[in-house]
């Protein structure tokens, strides 16, 4: 660093000026995700390979992004990341560190940011998001409330939640100008290793043709 020569005086001229020397000293140098528009793109995984795009970060030196953020889990010195959101429009953020924080995540772009999720970060699990737009770029802004040097991150794909089973269409399909036999209860207990309860006759007097339309 360089030395600088320097002269300091009282207001008494009468007193000998005293000599001396200062050094100037550059800040320290931020991590390169300090900012949205240097977010770190994140590969989001699948959700049987879970962490399996982790990847390594630090917080050292990360400065406040200021009130032109719409945050709305506080201030604080934070890093960045991207990342595009799945198929099914949810994503589990795992964040492994020693130190408590906040995730923020937004929709838009840097400099016109809007505020989809904030929460404190969960360490069992990990941060659910849901209700994202598929294909679309989100931003992370990850707040740890001290140094951390490594901490790494992970984003994974959550199945989407299966539809559910529409039993008389699937198991009871009507025929051509013939109703389908009503099924009974697929909560009662069978013998039938099919997915779908055996249909029976409910009377003796049920005709054999109404009979065949229920499966084998």
Request: charged letters at 10%; one cysteine or more; a positive charge.
């Amino acid at each position: 660093n360089p030395a600088y020569n320097m002269f300091m005086s009282t207001n008494d001229l009468t007193t000998p000026p005293t000599s001396g020397q200062v050094y100037a000293f550059a800040p320290p140098t931020p991590p390169a995700n300090d900012e949205c528009s240097n977010a770190i793109a994140v590969t989001v995984g699948t959700s049987n390979n879970l962490c399996g795009n982790a990847i390594n970060a630090t917080n050292l030196n990360a400065t406040t992004s200021g009130a032109d953020v719409p945050s709305a889990c506080g201030q604080g010195r934070d890093t960045w990341f991207s990342f595009v959101a799945p198929t099914g429009g949810s994503a589990l953020i795992s964040v492994a560190t020693s130190n408590g924080g906040n995730l923020e995540v937004f929709g838009g772009s840097c400099g016109s940011l809007s505020s989809v999720y904030c929460d404190g970060l969960r360490f069992n699990g990990g941060n659910e998001v849901g209700s994202l737009t598929p294909g679309a770029t989100y931003y992370i802004r990850l707040g740890i409330n001290d140094d951390e040097n490594p901490y790494s991150l992970c984003i994974n794909a959550l199945d989407p939640a299966p539809a559910p089973i529409n039993w008389r269409s699937a198991c009871w399909p009507a025929s051509p100008g013939r109703r389908a036999s009503t099924p009974s209860s697929p909560r009662r207990k069978s013998a039938n290793p099919s997915p779908c309860p055996r249909c029976r006759p409910r009377s003796p007097r049920r005709s054999a043709a109404r009979s065949a339309a229920c499966p084998a």
